[in-house]
């Protein structure tokens, strides 16, 4: 019996090792890793430069809070900041922190300035912005919300895609909007990029704030750095995490200047973010990703997954209703709930990938390594279960 609590369904599969593309299990079996530990371990597994220097940082420091100067923390900052709209950085070890901290910059923003009735905040249905009582509260679907009452109240949910019902719901309490560019978690959709259009310029006219939810969608995954930068559309607050480390727990929320001024020494903190070891792999991986032609490999891979895909679609349109979203974060939905058994399947065949949606959408999200060797792998074996399973 196992002593974990029991809030996932997982593949009973002990796996040991990681190496690239590849994990390996107890008895030496080898996957083709598309699942990236949920859109992670973007530079693969055990990448040999981070490994080299998270090694190098472990003999000279771990940790010493943030009542300390940190120099790799303010080189990241500096790097990420010249790389952004933003002019200020703070560090986390989880996406949902960043969440938090976000929720914080807005609504303290507004009480400096002494408009303390400005404090709702308008989010989407169907994001997710991750498992604490606030994040819940600002997104998740009913079943992650489920039995967690009292939520918190201030937050005010808006069908995607219709900035008439987002326009309706602004008032004189509206603090900010925040949105996943992809929704991810909630099934892989893209929100038009009209509509984000539509969406900055509301919040620009009203003068609120928008925050941007790039902890899944960010860093690599859609060809550039973040998303905002493929579409053009500059938020005020940005939060992220997931690739930051490549699997070391790092995460951060993005700001403008005015925003961060609100906050002052004794408002907000955390003990491990943005720690030395944190920041070194931060660092790590950041000069990975900045290298000459990384994102242009990113983006020519993602064409080839999207036209393997779209094939697979074709061949199974009886069973595959769409196959949506960007870059190397791809969803297959299903006309019937069987992702588990496709999933499941493709795992024994030796890939690993996810599910999401209620069993509808199988998710696609390799480390932005993979090459076309590797998509033709996956997709024939998703070929094959997709096959054997309808
Ligand atoms: C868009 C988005 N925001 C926030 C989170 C929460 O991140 P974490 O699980 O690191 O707390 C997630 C996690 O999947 C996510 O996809």
């Given at each position: 019996m196992s002593h974990i609590v029991n809030s996932y369904n997982r593949l009973k599969i002990p796996i040991i090792r990681g190496e690239g593309m590849y994990l390996f299990d107890q008895g030496g079996k080898k996957y083709l890793d598309f699942a990236a530990g949920i859109a992670t371990t973007s530079l693969g597994h055990c990448h040999p430069y981070i490994v080299e220097k998270l090694k190098e940082q472990l003999d000279s420091l771990w940790h010493c809070s943030n009542l300390l100067t940190i120099p790799q923390q303010a080189l990241l900052a500096e790097r990420l900041v010249s790389l952004t709209f933003a002019d200020k950085i703070f560090f986390y070890s989880s996406g949902l922190e960043a969440t938090e901290a976000a929720i914080k910059f807005i609504r303290r923003y507004f009480y400096i300035k002494g408009?303390?009735?400005?404090?709702r905040i308008i989010t989407i249905e169907g994001g997710f912005h991750g498992r604490s009582i606030a994040a819940i509260s600002a997104g998740g679907n009913e079943r992650s919300r489920?039995?967690?009452?009292?939520l918190l109240s201030g937050f005010d949910k808006v069908p995607k895609n219709n900035i008439q019902a987002l326009e309706e719901k602004i008032s004189d309490e509206t603090a900010a909007v925040f949105l996943e560019p992809i929704q991810s978690e909630g099934g892989v959709y893209s929100l038009d990029v009209e509509y984000l259009q539509q969406v900055r310029q509301v919040t620009k006219d009203q003068g609120i704030i928008l925050c941007f939810?790039?902890?899944?969608?960010?860093?690599?995954?859609?060809?550039?750095?973040?998303h905002y930068q493929n579409i053009g559309i500059e938020p005020d607050i940005l939060t992220c995490a997931k690739a930051m480390g490549n699997g070391f727990p790092i995460a951060a929320c993005l700001t403008k200047d005015y925003i961060a001024?609100?906050?002052?020494?004794?408002?907000h903190g955390s003990?491990?973010?943005?720690?030395p070891l944190a920041m070194t792999v931060g660092n790590a991986v950041l000069d990975i990703m900045l290298k000459e032609g990384f994102f242009t490999h990113v983006q020519k891979v993602s064409k080839y997954l999207r036209k393997k895909l779209l094939y697979l679609a074709e061949k199974f349109s009886k069973k595959v209703l769409e196959v949506r979203g960007e870059g190397l974060l791809i969803g297959i939905e299903l006309k019937s709930p069987i992702a588990d058994k496709i999933v499941d399947q493709c795992c024994s065949k030796g890939l690993m990938l996810t599910k999401i949606l209620n069993n509808r959408v199988i998710r696609v999200t390799p480390?932005?390594?993979?090459k076309n060797e590797h998509i033709d792998i996956a997709c024939d074996i998703l070929y094959d279960s997709i096959a054997s399973n309808f």
């Open positions: 408009r303390k009735k400005r404090n489920e039995g967690f009452a009292p939810d790039e902890v899944q969608c960010g860093y690599g995954r859609i060809g550039s750095l973040f001024e609100a906050i002052t020494p004794g408002t003990t491990y973010g943005g720690n480390p932005l390594i993979v």
